[in-house]
Structure formats: structure tokens, C-alpha cells
């Protein structure tokens, strides 16, 4: 009976333990230095700038990329199932209209969205004065 009281005391003890490391070392990556949310080296006005330049250049810096990158995946994903959904439809009913329509709409979607992620890219190197 006694063996059994100390094993459940070892237990509550490392659970507390292991709890206690545990919010330790989430604490620990909230953090924004802790290197898991990137931070801008442009986060302070140098002399001679203004508040608005600073931000213009964090959120080309840092944010339109994201942007960009997302953009990009949700393009190329909705032109892939918009193709497929297509091909799926062609080889339910047979007809080779589904398939041209899928086709010519992920066409346009592509050329669309990629043109607007090239002016993306180019408001994100455009230098301001």
C-alpha cells in the first residue's frame, strides 16, 4: 500500500514537472526575438526619415512577400481543380465543352493573377523618394 502511495506521489510530481517545462518553454517562443516571427531591422525611424517611409518599407520588406507567395498558391490551386473539375466532367458526360471551358478559364486566371503578382513584385522593389 505504501509502494503504491509513493508511485502515485512520483507521478503528481512529474506532471507537475513536465507542466511546468512545458509553459516554460512556450513562454519562452512567444517571444517575438525568440526568432520564430521574423523582425524587421527597419523597425526604427532613422534620422532624417519619416513614420510612413518606415512603414512603406516593412511592408515591402516583410509582408508583400507573403502576400505574393499565398496569392501565388491560391491561383495555381483554383487553376488546377478548375482544370480538373473539368476533365471530370469530360469524362462523366463525354462532351469536350467542359474540358475547353475549364481550360480557357484557368488560361485566364493564370495570366490574370500573374500579372497582378508581377505588380506586386513590383511595388514591393519600387523605391519611393
Do not use: N
Not at 487553376?79 to 480557357?104: C, M, N, P, V
Not at 493564370?110 to 513590383?122: A, E, N, P, R
Amino acid at each position: 500500500m505504501k509502494i503504491l502511495r509513493i508511485l502515485q506521489k512520483g507521478k503528481e510530481i512529474y506532471l507537475k514537472v513536465m507542466s511546468t517545462l512545458l509553459i516554460w518553454t512556450v513562454s519562452g517562443l512567444a517571444f517575438a526575438d525568440g526568432g520564430i516571427i521574423p523582425i524587421s531591422t527597419d523597425d526604427q525611424t532613422a534620422s532624417g526619415t519619416d513614420y510612413a517611409h518606415t512603414i512603406v518599407t516593412i511592408f515591402q520588406k516583410d509582408i508583400l512577400p507573403f502576400i505574393e507567395l499565398g496569392a501565388g498558391g491560391f491561383i495555381l490551386f483554383y487553376a488546377l481543380s478548375g482544370l480538373w473539375r473539368g476533365y471530370k466532367e469530360y469524362q462523366d458526360k463525354k462532351e469536350f465543352d467542359h474540358l475547353k471551358t475549364a481550360i480557357i478559364a484557368s488560361v485566364i486566371l493564370i495570366v490574370v493573377g500573374g500579372s497582378i503578382l508581377w505588380l506586386l513584385d513590383k511595388l514591393r522593389t519600387y523605391q519611393f523618394s
